[in-house]
């Protein structure tokens, strides 16, 4: 098994989807002849060739209109968005077009469209580049959204979001490309959709999270052992859309409490949902209130104050002792 | 200066050779003595304040930064040609133009940094924060001019985008509506032949990126891009006639960025070679100009340490007041929402609030 990088698992995934299956298109700004502003797509299309993995001209809504098409005539594009932050741009061809395409023509056409964009903060991009918007994504029906939280996720659930029938939006964590690496195995495998992942086994306190968060997650939850000797139990939530309820409630009737962590600002969201969905299925096993330690209310903040924005481990402390001391 | 900027969206003009000879005298603008020094002035002194910015972003001194060498005469030559109540809206790499248009630097050097106060533009100063959205400055420079058409006020709105932005759909919305409502708007495209990496024939099948104006039914033209009296010759013209009520219009600067695309990561050997970087070089803007000036008496090496100095004390200054400027704060940051906050807001504000107090 080779250790690798996050960005690493992608490529590979990437390579390994190309090779397996010419109906597999790779494009978006920047990702041919450079490999992606990230590199992510490095040296794909040299191996690949220029009529499946390509530059694009550089047009968002272009990018996901012409993977729209191609979807709808077999092909399974995988369009990158440079950053997630230009969604917005790309949003009436995802929300508006694909995602509704198998619905619109009952069965008959369907769009097998991945979209890729990084995101994420703790790196101090420009505005627009890291902000968390999956909850807008995750608002819309017809469309899976999946969130890695490290590298053999990464490659597993990629390679799943490329054979799916549906279209999926999957997010990478600009703080996981190259944080840490991991053992991963060299062949193609996948890891189901909409199935969340127990990361770490606790008795007191269920944390929901995904993405850069389950580290922050892990972290808090070991500290918190050693210091308090409470334990906590983390839920990787892979997938927020669809939502594996059964594992979070699961969890929740074995803990009787439960917080909810998200890079995201506060209000609505994966968080809100979650908070929604345990009082549907746990509501009577609780013996506190679910908390959500999220960002507050603002814009995606400026570089220089990123680190004060984003949840923190000793706020995820602070939060699970509040859940407790209920 | 007569029908060249209305029809012919091909023509290229160029009114300085590479060597500072004056090819097209028709085209020449009528600038001062010092008028002309002003404008090698405000290059030479951007070059430096440039490679200033270059090396303090490598040193983590500076944050987010998109080099401009090579685009001086593009992006100063334009700008010069408007007045200081006309408005601009520039993108992320038109930090030059904000500043010559009154943005005071050590507001773009916090600009760069990521704090808040980088987009506070002082009372006065008719520029918007750097635009990061490709394509969002061009539909939003057609309502600027709008307002100044419904007030009557004799003012233009003028923006920039590079040869990639013109891809975008925002662009065409842009410059369409600016000639349905025939509001005093100037669009300015910095062909700089790379959008990253990617060169301008993988974009459009388009001869020029000019001719996209016939179809928005707005007049266009290809300058030379660096050669700083074509760029303000050209948009001297495209401004007054928009101030004249006649309209918007369209220039494209045929530029070159020598740089990286940002000082975030980016890698030109990937996808240029050096031999075109240095065919570029031979064009250089300053070189042209300097040679120009010399021959007419208006430059010498005096002028030229003195601008360096002076622009090296600028960057000092300028980076030593960002330095003492004070820090954000997460409540600080919830203060900007709104004009008035929410209920859920105040509750939000006080749990920073106490923290960042103790
Ligand atoms: C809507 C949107 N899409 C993508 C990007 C990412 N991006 C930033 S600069 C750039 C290339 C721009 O090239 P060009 O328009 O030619 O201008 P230049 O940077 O060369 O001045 C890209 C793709 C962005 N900022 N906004």
Redesign the pocket.
């Known amino acids: 098994m080779a250790v690798m990088t996050m960005i690493q698992a992608i490529t590979q995934a990437l390579d390994l989807e190309l090779a397996r299956d010419e109906k597999v298109l790779l494009f978006g ?2 990702v041919g002849q450079s490999g992606g ?1 990230f590199r992510a797509t490095d040296g794909l299309q040299k191996k690949y060739g220029d009529q499946r993995v390509f530059d694009t001209p ?3 809504s272009g990018i996901a209109g012409l993977a729209t098409g191609l979807g709808l005539q077999g092909f399974r594009p995988i369009a990158e ?3 997630f ?2 969604v917005f ?1 790309a949003m009436d061809e995802i929300a508006g077009q694909a995602a509704r395409m198998r619905y619109r023509s009952g069965g008959r056409y369907t769009c097998p469209v991945v979209y890729r964009a990084p995101f994420g903060g703790g790196v101090k991009t ?1 505005e ?2 890291a902000d968390s918007l999956e909850g807008i994504l995750m608002q819309t029906p017809g469309l899976k959204v999946v969130i890695p939280s490290n590298p053999y996720d990464a490659k597993g659930l990629l390679i799943s979001a490329i054979r799916d029938n549906d279209p999926v939006f999957f997010l990478e964590h600009m703080k996981l490309y190259r944080s840490f690496k991991q053992e991963v195995p060299e062949e193609a495998y996948t890891i189901p959709l909409g199935k969340a992942n127990v990361v770490r086994e606790g008795k007191d306190v269920t944390i929901v999270t995904y993405g850069a968060m389950v580290n922050t997650a892990v972290q808090a939850a070991e500290t918190w052992a050693k210091t308090r000797g409470i334990t906590a139990e983390v839920i990787d939530l892979r997938t927020i859309s669809p939502i594996d309820i059964e594992t979070i409630a699961s969890s929740v009737k074995k803990t009787h409490r439960a917080v909810v962590l998200q890079e995201a600002q506060r209000t609505s969201g994966v968080a809100a949902e979650i908070v929604a969905q345990i009082n549907e299925q746990a509501m009577f096993y609780l013996e506190a209130p679910i908390l959500r330690i999220t960002a507050p209310d603002t814009v995606f903040p400026y570089a220089q104050i990123e680190d004060e924005w984003l949840p923190t481990q000793t706020r995820v402390i602070e939060g699970l002792e509040k859940v407790l001391s209920m | 200066m007569s029908a060249v900027l209305e029809t012919k969206p091909t023509q290229f003009l160029q009114i300085l050779d590479i060597d500072g000879n004056v090819k097209n005298s028709d085209w020449m603008p009528k600038l001062s003595d010092q008028e002309l020094r002003n404008l090698m002035h405000k290059m030479v002194f951007t070059r430096i304040w440039d490679g200033r910015a270059v090396k303090l972003t490598r040193q983590g001194r500076l944050g987010f930064y ?1 080099p401009v060498a090579g ?1 001086e005469a593009s992006m100063l030559g334009s700008e010069a040609a408007t007045n200081k109540e006309d408005f601009l809206l520039p ?3 038109d930090i030059p133009q904000s500043v010559w248009h009154g943005l005071p630097l050590y507001q773009a050097f916090l600009y760069s940094r990521g704090h808040q106060h980088g987009g506070q533009i002082p009372e006065g100063v008719n520029v918007l924060m750097p635009q ?5 400055q061009i539909v939003q420079t057609t309502g600027v001019a709008m307002a100044f058409k419904l007030r009557h006020e004799k003012r233009v709105a003028f923006t ?9 759909g ?1 662009f065409y919305e842009g410059i369409n509506f600016a000639g349905a409502y025939q509001v005093p708007a100037v669009f300015i495209v ?7 990496s ?1 060169p ?1 024939r993988l ?1 459009t099948a388009a001869q020029t990126l000019a001719s996209k104006a016939v179809a928005a039914g707005i007049p266009s033209m290809q300058v030379d891009g660096m050669d700083v009296l074509a760029v303000y010759a050209a948009t001297k013209q495209s401004v007054d006639r928009a101030r004249e009520g006649a309209g918007p219009s369209l220039i494209e600067t045929i530029t070159f ?1 020598y740089g990286p ?2 000082m975030s990561g980016d890698d030109p050997t990937r996808y240029r070679t050096k031999d075109m970087e240095q065919e570029w070089q031979l064009k250089d803007p300053l070189v042209r100009f300097r040679k120009f000036l010399e021959a007419k008496g208006l430059w010498s090496d005096r002028d030229e340490e003195s601008t360096i100095e002076e622009a090296k004390t600028a960057v000092s200054e300028a980076l030593a007041k960002a330095d003492s400027y004070p820090k954000m704060t997460v409540a600080g940051l919830i203060d900007q929402m709104f004009e008035k906050l929410p209920d859920d807001l105040i509750v939000q504000r006080a749990e920073y609030a106490s923290e960042e107090g103790r």
């Open positions: 700004e920047d502003v550089l047009a968002e968005i440079q950053f932050g230009f741009e420009p627009l580049h | 998109a685009q993108s992320y790499r990061i959205i490709i394509g969002a920039y985008i590079g040869d990639g932005g013109t891809s975008q925002d910095q062909n700089n032949q790379f959008a990253i990617v301008v974009q960025r695309h940002t």
